[in-house]
């Protein structure tokens, strides 16, 4: 039976509007009944929390008339930003197909970031569509997807026998199969917890390259592993909006000639179940890419073609010897690279990294090296067929780089990378004083938006993540972040990020995110339009946020009082609803608090009036 959006019992109806009215009193509560939680628009809700607001107590400290309010000239209209066209509705400015078609195939350059020029830029609001409804929540959302949030049924066909996905009325339906694991991916990743310790909190970041529809990641985050998945924006259409949709950590991305854009030595395991990555070509390029970004001891696991060629290159249709070749150039890189591999059975092999170079010293004189400090150089830049070298030890038994501790300990645990003093200017001390900070900042947030940590927001994306202290602290089983690093940043921290347990992706905020519009519930900006005054242009970074923000999605701007007025001046024009907020400690603290709630509305709809 089809399960409806848009409907609920009278009950629990009852109970969110009986939640909203006692307990979001103020301005943003105000506001987060506004945002839909698959009930309908909200508005009566909010007419109604309206009538109670007059008797609310404000928080201690958090005055939502801040005292800078009278700064913003209201005599001075905003400027209005009109809906973009409807056929804009899943517009990604750096994957555009138009554009992606005018450069060259050679190894997917065409399917890579190629990023409209400033005149080309859209200045106008992304629709979404008709009958668009708040994803369900997670684990629910993992299975279940509203059709007319992503309404493209090419996958239920093209991978109708592979159990991807599936139509049932107005919901797809994910059964968790993929290419390689039609029974499940629950049952492939058991297979795998068989050599790789996937459940004790030794293995908690995964990168799965050309993720379909995520399902891996899906159902890793059942055994506490967060996995980053990416696919290209190609043929088999909506594959990574499907994944966002579902809840799971996805971006648009490719392996072709630019690096990825992640730390090295970020993951403890990397996938690929027949992903088609020509992972011997180039003399092993791609190996070595995911070599640099997989931490010593990590795991690199292979599932498909050419694995056991010998059974199954008749049903592959494809000739023995161009398989047998094909492995065994991926067999020569993994020895070049000094990976062991661990296993081999059916189509699976696993490998793993070594924990340091003592056992590869024959390769020590070898010219294929990078550079040093190249490791991390990766915003455009082209990936060379070389080889990332270890960081020293002084022992044969030494991991390289720190052991990190299992996590959720290792949440909170000083990152080697601190303790090593790698990163300059971040110390033992700053990290710790960090830590509390932002469990001060998480706190009040809490406060002023009590949806936070309810399962209303799925998807958060933090777009100056400094230290990792705001995903540290509203770390839930409810929800995930994504750590963005911007590649303007003083310091670069992504791979401290990264050993605490969490993930993340570098990033110029000049340019567009790479991912589709509306994945993203709730969005956290600490000092970021303070960091890109004098970069680009602050209107084309908060029309980026509103693309990438779903209706009746959240923002937190946390920033100087002068640029927030900027800010807010924008906002006024964008469908936003925004109120400023005095810092925790207090109104003669400079920083201030912007929140904002996106209106809800969809194309040829003006309001998020009730129909």
């Given amino acids: 039976m089809a399960l409806k959006p848009n409907s609920a019992d009278a009950r629990t109806r009852s109970s969110i509007q009986i939640f909203i009215v006692v307990g979001l009193c103020c301005f943003f509560y105000i506001l987060g009944a506004w945002q839909r939680s698959g009930f309908g628009k909200g508005d009566s809700i909010a007419l109604e929390v309206t009538k109670h607001s007059a008797d609310c107590n404000f928080i201690p400290n958090l005055n939502f008339e801040t005292h800078h309010a009278g700064e913003v000239d209201e005599s001075e209209k905003s400027k209005s930003f009109d809906p973009c066209h409807p056929r804009y509705i899943d517009y990604t400015p750096c994957q555009d197909q138009r554009r992606a078609m005018t450069f060259s195939r050679d190894n997917m350059i065409y399917r890579e970031r190629h990023c409209p020029r400033d005149e080309e830029k859209l200045h106008c609001l992304i629709p979404a569509p008709k009958g668009y409804v708040t994803p369900f929540p997670w684990p629910k959302s993992r299975d279940y997807v509203p059709y007319a949030n992503a309404p493209y049924k090419a ?69 506490n592993v967060i996995a980053m998945s990416f696919a290209p924006r190609d043929s088999h259409e909506a594959q990574v909006q499907f994944a966002l949709e579902r809840g799971v950590p996805a971006v648009i991305g490719i392996l072709g000639t630019i690096k990825m854009p992640y730390p090295s ?131 044969p038994e030494e991991v390289a780089s720190g052991k990190l501790k299992p996590f959720p300990e290792r949440l909170y645990a000083v990152p080697p990378r601190i303790v090593s003093g790698s990163v300059p200017g971040v110390s033992v001390k700053t990290y710790q004083e960090d830590n509390q900070k932002w469990k001060k900042h998480v706190g009040a947030y809490k406060k002023i938006n009590r949806l936070i940590d309810s399962g209303r927001y799925r998807n958060i994306l933090d777009m100056n993540a400094g230290l990792g202290g705001f995903a540290a602290a509203i770390d839930s089983s409810k929800l995930w972040v994504m750590n963005v690093m911007p590649t303007t940043a003083e310091k670069d921290t992504l791979g401290i990020i990264y050993e605490r347990g969490l993930i993340g992706i570098y990033h110029d905020w000049c340019e567009a995110f790479s991912t589709y519009p509306r994945t993203y519930d709730l969005i956290h900006a600490h000092g970021l339009f303070s960091l890109y005054q004098d970069k680009c242009n602050l209107e084309d970074i908060l029309l980026e946020m509103d693309r990438i923000l779903r209706p009746e999605g959240a923002v937190i701007f946390r920033d100087e009082v002068d640029v927030l007025i900027k800010v807010k001046k924008i906002t006024a024009g964008m469908r936003w609803d925004t109120k400023m907020v005095d810092h925790e400690d207090g109104p003669l603290v400079p920083e201030k608090i912007l929140v904002a709630v996106k209106q809800y509305w969809v194309v040829d709809g003006n309001s998020t009036a009730a129909q």
């Fill in 155 to 223: 996958l239920t066909v093209e991978k109708a026998i592979q159990n991807w996905i599936q139509y049932e009325g107005n919901v797809f339906r994910f059964p968790g199969g993929g290419t390689q694991f039609p029974q499940g991916a629950d049952k492939y990743i058991n297979q795998l917890a068989s050599v790789i310790p996937i459940t004790n909190g030794t293995v908690r970041t995964a990168l799965d390259t050309g993720c379909g529809v995520a399902s891996w990641g899906a159902y890793l985050w059942s055994r």
């Fill in 265 to 395: 030595r970020a993951f403890d395991m990397a996938h690929c179940s027949r992903c088609l990555i020509p992972w011997g070509a180039n003399d092993g390029m791609y190996m070595k890419e995911v070599d640099r970004v997989l931490r010593p001891g990590g795991y690199w696991v292979l599932s498909g073609p050419p694995i056991n060629w010998r059974n199954n290159y008749k049903s592959w249709q494809r000739p023995k010897k161009e398989l047998q070749e094909e492995q065994q150039k991926i067999e020569d890189v993994a020895k070049l690279l000094c990976w062991e591999k661990k296993h081999e059975k059916g189509e699976i092999a696993i490998w793993q990294k070594r924990v340091n170079d003592e056992a590869c010293r024959g390769r020590r004189d070898d010219s294929s090296f990078c550079k040093a400090g190249e490791a991390n150089d990766v915003w455009y830049k082209k990936m060379d067929a070389c080889v990332t070298p270890y960081p020293d030890v002084s022992s």
